[in-house]
């Protein structure tokens, strides 16, 4: 797994736990670690064979625990955190933070008050007149929404 990779990982963690309403301390704080992965000129499997967790904390919003999580991911491809959390969110509520309209809150209303979790169920959400029930969409937002989707 290469830092890009790595990076995707953290980014996508931290917009699940956004839309989940988490602490945003926390969710910022694996974006922050994210950003810094993404550029760092050394390839981080190699600071983790070489010096384990203490190398990667040398990266700037690295610390312990998010260290600890790219051993982790390095080694088994997975942390629990992530899998913890797409148990209880599915990955694919991201999806919907594609389309023109929707943030990290109606993305987050979505799931949790209509059980939309895929662009899939939203596409079906829309198809039933569903936009005319969610608070912060108006006709103008519907309209860019609809025909995001078409």
Same mark, same amino acid.
């Given at each position: ?8 990982? #953290? ?11 988490? =602490?945003?301390?926390?969710?910022? !704080? ?10 760092? *000129?050394? *390839?981080? @499997?190699?600071?983790?064979? @070489? ?12 610390? $312990? ?9 390095? !080694? %088994?491809?997975?942390? =629990? ?33 209509? @059980? ?8 079906? #959400?829309?198809? !039933?007149?569903?936009? =005319? ?6 006709? $103008?937002?519907? =309209? %860019?929404? %609809?025909?995001?989707? !078409?």
């Amino acid at each position: 797994m290469n830092n890009e990779a790595i990076a995707r990982r #953290f980014h996508r963690l931290a917009g699940l736990m956004e839309v989940r309403g988490d =602490d945003p301390f926390r969710w910022r !704080s694996y974006r922050n670690a994210a950003e810094a992965i993404e550029v760092w *000129p050394t *390839p981080l @499997k190699e600071i983790a064979e @070489k010096e384990g967790v203490a190398g990667l904390q040398e990266i700037p919003g690295v610390g $312990k625990a998010i260290a600890g999580k790219v051993i982790d991911l390095l !080694s %088994k491809g997975t942390f =629990d955190a992530w899998e913890r959390l797409t148990a209880e969110t599915p990955e694919t509520v991201l999806d919907l933070l594609e389309i023109p309209g929707i943030g990290p809150k109606t993305a987050a209303l979505l799931h949790q008050r209509f @059980k939309v979790s895929s662009l899939e169920d939203f596409k079906a #959400f829309v198809a !039933s007149g569903g936009l =005319d029930m969610v608070d912060g969409i108006g006709p $103008k937002t519907a =309209d %860019k929404i %609809k025909e995001a989707l !078409s």
